[in-house]
Each structure stands twice: as structure tokens, then as C-alpha cells.
């Protein structure tokens, strides 16, 4: 804000609108680094899936030949599949589990505000330190299965495909879920109580009450979780990249593991951005489905019971 | 007490599971990291051992760890401080202001939610490497700030749009500036969820792993999580260290969680939870 402090001097109402401008220049620090860093990266990474470069050299247009080498690439496929199916496994199991968890720590017992906080531990681990402690955890010789002395988990978890991918998205729920629970409880306990109790009146079960209340009255807060979880599911980068740095083979290649790869290491920036701006699309795409799929109907739920 | 008269047995279940699946790999790394290399691979992987003591937390203490230690905390500082500031400061014109500017801006920063870090990391390497930051904390710090600030303008306005308008007039009437009133009324007023974006941002600054591995380069830039990966491969045979320095390089975090939880709990569920 250039303006000093304008200590006594009183506003006319009619300076309103002076007034208001002035306010306005105080966004403008935090929109500078936003654009700076956030929006021209986005046009930049656009321009740059229709160029060439090393990561060190000049930059030279290309046209369409990154984009051509990434779409015919035959190892394509397989990585959008695997992209997809972490997507789509991990959403199907952190939903329920998140709404179940959510609804009981909704309740409000003393120790259940205890179990939040312990649930809550995953979330304050690094992902590097997580991918790090199960890879230990895993080991099949001195792992988990040996102190449990069952032999059925002493598996080669990290190096068979279908394991592994099942692997990392156990992870993900294991660190996510708790976020969402939260999410959830504080959804459910935003419920007005009188829903519940007309329920109550009318002799509705526990499960009646879960399916007949609860779930239409957070579907609102399923679609933001859904939406978080789907984005952020197409980000998983670090997790993979420690725990199995795509392998074994590429079985659990997503995409942006992939852009990594061909960009830091292969030193494909084109290609690279190729990667970078279908993960975009893919998200944008998922977020405004999701929010039709939520947002279609008028939230009349809320009328019904009240 | 929702639901009604019994019990309910099955959120219990599945609440004690959950609690088992999430305690057994916390308790594993706190039990492993008071090992010695030996008897970790002597010893069953979930008894503590009879001689545990604190041998592993001196050796990583010893190696380089505080620098990356300190180089975190250089980075999250470093990141917090600007992005609460700025973010506060953009979300009170937002808030207070009118015009097409101020919706113009907030638009750009909601609709800068759904942008993936990732996704654009290319071009942000790109433009640190022209700025010269190439290796320096400076590299993490700028993306980190420009990326933190959507969410924390959000839950900022939101926050600072519940502050009673009386307040702001009364302020008015005295002849206060708009300036006085941000620091003197609303700063001091939105406090918790202050504390909600700088607990929230600081964890993900703490534990960023992606910026670090692209920006930088030399060992003593790195930072805790980028170090943790690198010490696994280094000391792989050597579990019970890498599991002290997790229990190490997590310790601020807990520390933080346990000042501002529930700030930030709050201030998560009141963000998300509509």
C-alpha cells in the first residue's frame, strides 16, 4: 500500500470508491507471486510441449513432434491405465472408510475426540518418510509378516506388479483417509440434530438414519473430498518415486512419475510438458464432472425432513 | 451421541481397525529407531528390544543432519511468514473491497486451487534457473509461497468476512485508515485461522519433496525429506538410523501439531466441510 497511514483525515461517503481502490492494491503482492509462479508456469508449460529442450540449452520450437512422440509412444497406455486405476481403487476405498470413520467421530464422545487426533498422525509424516518406513515394513525377511509370524505377509510386496500397485494405494489410504474423515465429521456434525430425531420418532435405524440423513445431507462434502482425492491422486509423485520408483517393470508408472522421468532425467522437457499439460486436462476434466455430477440438482435434501 | 439408543458396534470396529492399521507402522518406527543395527535384524520386527536406548538418535545427530534440519527450517520459515502476510492482506481487500479488480483477482485465486504443483514444475524449474535461484533456498521458497497462497486467501476471506461490520464502521468513525484497521482490528481478530494456514502450510513445506529434488542439487541445500531418501539409500542396511531421523525430522511437526490443532482442525473441517 503506497498511501501513508492517512491518520485523522475523515471520509466523505461519496470517497468510498476511492477508498475501495486502494484497498484493492493490497492484493496485489500475493497476485504477483501467484501469477509469477503458478499462472505464467501454466501458460509456459503449454508453450513448452511445443518445443524443445534440455533443460540446460537453448529452447527451440518443435511443433508437433513432442507431442507425436508422447502419443505414440507404446508404454503410454500403460501408464495412463495404471493412473487411472490408482485413481479409481484408492477413491473406492477412501470414500466409505473416510464417511464411516467421519460419522462415528461425529458423535460426541470424549475419547472419540482422542482417536481424532491419533488418526490424525499419518497426515504429519513426510511422504518420503512414509514411502521410506513401509519399505522397511514390507520387507519379506525382516518385515511386518516375520513379526506377525504369519507367512502370507511376508511376500515380496515391492516386487511383484499387481502387489505393488495394491501397495501404493494401501498407502494412499493410509495417509489420506484421515484428512477425509475430518472432513466428513465436520460435515455430519453440521446436520441439524432435529433431522435425527424426527427419524427417531418415526423408527429409524442407525443404518436407516445413515442412508435416509446422513448421506444425502453430505453429498455436497462427497463431491469436494471426491474432487480432492481424484486431483491429488493424479499428483502422486513422491510416494511412487521412493517406494518403487515406477517398478517393478513400470507397473505402478503413473503419469507424473513419467513426466519426471522423461524431463529430469531423460532430459525431455518437451515431451516432459507433453506429460505435464494431459495431466492438467485430466484434472480439469474430473473436477468440472465431478461438480455437475454433485451440483445437478438443487440441494432439496435439505428441505425434506426439516 | 448421534444415532440413538445402542451401541454402535460397527463404526467401533472399524474405528479400532483403522486405529490398529494406523498405530502399528508409528509404534514400529519408535520401537525400530531405539534398536541397535544388530538386533534389528536379530529381534522380532514388533517387540521392542530388551537393550532399546537412544544410540541411533546421537549417530544421526552427529552426520549432517542438522544442516538439513536447519535448511527445513530456513525453507518453512522462510515460506509461512510471507505467504500468512500476503495472503492476509489480499484476502482483506477481497473481503473489503468492491470493483472488478478485487473479483477478478479472487476468481484467479480459486479457480489457482485446482492447479497441481506438478503439473507445472517444468516451467517453474525454468524460470528459477533464469532468475539465477538455481540451488538456493530461494528456489523452494518462491513456488512454495505462490502455490500456498489460493487455499490460505480462501480460508483467510472466509474467516475475515465473519468479523461484524459494526467493528470495520466504528473503526471508520474514528478516522482510522484502511491500513490501521487491517493490522489494529482484523489481523488480531482472524488469529485462528492464522494459525490454521500457517500450521497448514508449514506441514507442507516441511514435508515437500518435489521442489527440493528439482530445484536443487548440491547436498548441503538439501532439506529433511529429500535428506531421509538419500540416507535410505546410503545407510540401507542400517534401518534403525533412517528410522530415528523420521522421528527426528517429524518431532517439530508434532510439536506444532500439538500447539495448533485445534486451530487447525477447526479451520480444515470449517474450509472443506461445506
Known sequence: MTAAPSGVHLRQPASRSVHDTRVGLLAIPALIF??????????????????????????VPA????????????????TIWVTFLLMVVSWAIQTPASLLIGAFLAGRHRYREWLAVLYFIPLLLSTAAIAITYKALLDPNFGLGVGLGIPLLSQDWLGRGGLALGVVIFIVSWQFVPFHSLIYQGAIQQIPQSLYEAAQLDGAGRCRKFFAITLPQVRYTIVTSSTLMVIGSLTFFDLVFVLTAGGPGDATRVLALDMYRRGFQANLMGPASVIA?????????????????????????????? | MRGGERPNWLGALIACLWLAVVMIPVYWIVITSLKSQSTYFATNPLLPSPESNFDQYKFVAESDFPRYFLNSVVVTVGTVVPTVLLAFMAAYAIVRGKGRFLRWANMLFLSGLAIPLQAVVIPVYLIIIRLRLYDTPLAIILPSIAFAIPLSVLILANFIRDVPKELFESMRMDGAS??????????????????????????TVWNGFLLPLILTQSPDQRTLPLAL???????????????????????PVIVLYALGRRQLVSGLTAGFSK
Do not use: K
Request: avoid cysteine.
Open chain 1, 277 to 306: 499439460v494431459i495431466l492438467v486436462l485430466i484434472g480439469l476434466g474430473l473436477a468440472l464432472l465431478l461438480r455437475r455430477l454433485g451440483g445437478g440438482t438443487p440441494s432439496h435434501s435439505q428441505l425434506d425432513g426439516a
Open chain 1, 63 to 78: 511443433g508437433l513432434a513432442s507431442w507425436r512422440s508422447v502419443l505414440t509412444d507404446p508404454a503410454l497406455p500403460q
Open chain 2, 178 to 203: 484502511e491500513w490501521a484497521t487491517m493490522w489494529q482490528l482484523a489481523f488480531p481478530l482472524t488469529r485462528p485461522a492464522l494459525v490454521t494456514v500457517s500450521v497448514y502450510n508449514g506441514l
Open chain 2, 229 to 251: 531418501w538419500t540416507f535410505q539409500g546410503q545407510y540401507s542396511v542400517n534401518v534403525p538410523a533412517v528410522m530415528a531421523s523420521v522421528v527426528l525430522s517429524t518431532f
Open chain 1, 34 to 59: 501467484f501469477v509469477a509462479f503458478a499462472v505464467l508456469p501454466l501458460v509456459g508449460v503449454l508453450l513448452l510441449s511445443f518445443s524443445q529442450w534440455d533443460g540446460i540449452g537453448p529452447i
